[in-house]
């Protein structure tokens, strides 16, 4: 098999952990893990799902910032030019499927905001808020892997985060653009790795700043 | 063949020209289009430079605003965190690579703005340049299709432009990667397009502001 | 009386009102309007109050896009460095005094965001917003003009838009940092303008769109 | 003397020194600096000039990441408007007085930028350089007060840095709009200080992290 991207240089250097972690959370909102709606229920998403709740478990409890986010507008005024027929009839802000899983949300400590395009960070204040906490690593998780997850990735290398993004907490309808989209992002931007690699850094970086 | 996308709504509603158009060149600078570099003359991009000079050939012609850029930094310290050996020792103010490939470039015209991340728009002022000339439509092109231009395309969404990527515009490395970004990107938040539909609807749109 | 600024050409050219307007409502929320606040009722913001009411009954009638925005946060760990204890403790969510005066605020109509920082457009959609609806001219309205007004005309500024500040349509505590910060402003960014002019405006501009 | 602030809690809380530093140098460019330009060689200025350069000598020996900046744009067409005739003529690429003033600027050590508002902060990759630093507080040095200093004062805010003013490293065309502009942001955002104590502070924090 052929690889003209790695014979040209890409993805030989690692990116690697950090100083201090943040999570983003990516549109965990019903609209896609509840089966009830039209975008609902992927089976790559649902495990993502899965694995968040036990990635967040544990942040939660180190103290590691985490901010979380759903999609949606007071109407299709204020939308950008989705061409996805279920977006934009349903990501209003009162319908039923806008907000975030509550099995993934914690009020209490998520920061949580209402994002209007793709990635997390544009134009809300989560990279804000991981300015003051001194994160310099950002773990991301949520879906789609080749919406969202894709922009959010790309988001978090712009403001120059160490990026690592867990492929299994990261979902999409379909395998293959899953996959595609991790190989691109894995060759450029950000570590691909997965669930137990991540609790285990993130145990190692908990017992180092308790010393 | 399967597709659980278009079953859920993806693709169904085209994103259209609007009232003024703006061209962003991404990245054909010497260490994509000149085969002298360890990232230099594929395929793919040195077609989308021979379109992208046509293109541009006409929209300076009619005044469209047009804004261009290469990649570069002061030192590593400054950059993100890049998996790509060649970016790394490459992607540097004094390089000889960096430069606009000057068969693209008219700097009595274009707006140049030397980015530091993957989109065209990330921390630059080429969102506020469209700004005060009112661009309501973005057409996308240089490379790479599933790096650079991928992440333009998102941040053109999200900044609510309409947003047009004429496919032979658009060049990667390898072939596979640059459709299955088109496909990601046409499903959701651009119109996939190509050099002489974009012409032609510059004709229309200079005819009817000439008038 | 000396001015070095006028004799160095400050403040020699107008801004002028362009094709499109949009108006920006700041911090409107009952911590400035209700007396029974630390920071509540002061004249200049109830006259500012009182004024944009009557702007914004004209606005949404000629579907003018009008943003509005109140300050809030989760909990301190969310917040920047304010230095105002009463900030630090009452701009919460779940505080009776963070909603937007509903005198002033149209669900229906306007589109509301929780900025976090003084400017309305620092990382909330609104600039967005405003791109998709063309908008080239911003109306300053609200509170403080020593404050989150003075960062609001900046940042409009900024993004290159035409801006216009009506001085009776933004309040402050005292008089004295309200005139110092039209006078900065209108020195460099903005026209200062008055309640009767910018109606008068918007009065031509309707009838010109409307023909 | 009334201060009707001070009765509301303004300034009451102390922002401090974090725990790691960046400095930015803002529009130290021959334009202000030399006084045969029209806006150039005011006395608070020069003095500012010559603090900064102190500064700057030490926080370079110490690592502290340094960003400068000057304010050019390639014709009047990418120019926000501007009120300012000086500005709208000279603050070109091409004009002998866009240059920074040598003798405050380092190539080899400080990130340079050309920035297009006010504030050294919008849309320019400043803020991405001190999140891979991890910079937590942003001094801020440079001119003038009352324009470019308050912009780039509150963006640091807003991005959540500590930020510190040091009086006597910042400086302006005339002294009223300089005092104006120190009350208004210390206030609420910002630490005003000056030199003698930002290089005890510089001191200090190099001892702790040296040893």
Redesign the interface.
Known sequence: M?D??AR????????GFG??PGIVVVDFMLAFTDPAY??GG?PLVMRALENTIKLLEVARRYGVPVATCNTAY?NE??M???????V?ETFRHDHPSAPIDPRVYDPDYD??VVK????IF????V??????E?V?TVIVTGCNT??CI??TS??S???????IVPEDCVGD??EQ?HR??L??I?????DVSNLDTVLAQLETWHRQNAA
Not at 116 to 119: A, H, I, L, T
Not at 122 to 125: C, I, P
Not at 157 to 163: E, V
């Open positions: 052929t003209d991207y040209r240089s890409y993805g030989e250097i690692e990116v100083k201090k039209p975008l992927a007071m005024r204020e950008p030019y989705w061409k996805i027929t279920a934009r920061l949580a209007k395009g793709p990635s544009f134009n809300t204040g990279a804000d808020y991981f300015t003051k001194r310099d080749s919406g894709r922009a790309l988001d290398f712009s403001y120059r985060y160490r990026t309808i379909e653009p595609d989209n190989r691109d894995g060759r450029r931007y950000v």
